[in-house]
Nanobody, 123 residues
Framework: QVQLAESGGGLVQAGEALRLSCAAS????????MAWFRQAPGKEREFVAA????????TYADSVKGRFTISRDNAKNTVYLQMNSLKPEDTAVYSC????????????????WGQGTQVTVSS
């Protein structure tokens, strides 16, 4: 079992940056693909970014490409999401997820989820 806990959310103004962290416990994240998803009020949860267990392959949603960066520190069992140039439309609850093996953009393929952290971007 893997337990995931996000942190780093908050209220920022448009154009500012935030870094989210996802700390794992219970089991190493090695061999696990990691991803971030988000859910805005009244909307379906959507894929944001994913990173292979080796850290070599990343995937981003078009809406965040060039602004967000996903990274991981396997020694700390932690995954990060650096969010720059934030926009009001980035406002959502951000959740990290893990699955054994390769990453996908499909939330149903992820086995482990954190509780989420709120990100609010004011205009």
């Amino acid at each position: 079992q893997v337990q995931l806990a996000e942190s780093g959310g908050g209220l920022v103004q448009a154009g500012e940056a935030l870094r989210l962290s996802c700390a794992a416990s219970g089991r190493t994240l090695l061999w696990h693909g990691m991803a971030w998803f988000r859910q805005a009020p009244g909307k379906e949860r959507e894929f944001v970014a994913a990173l292979a267990w080796s850290g070599g392959t990343t995937t981003y949603a078009d809406s965040v490409k060039g602004r967000f960066t996903i990274s991981r520190d396997n020694a700390k069992n932690t995954v990060y999401l650096q969010m720059n140039s934030l926009k009001p439309e980035d406002t959502a609850v951000y959740s990290c997820a893990a699955r054994r093996g390769a990453t996908t953009v499909s939330e149903s393929s992820y086995e482990y989820w954190g509780q989420g952290t709120q990100v609010t971007v004011s205009s």
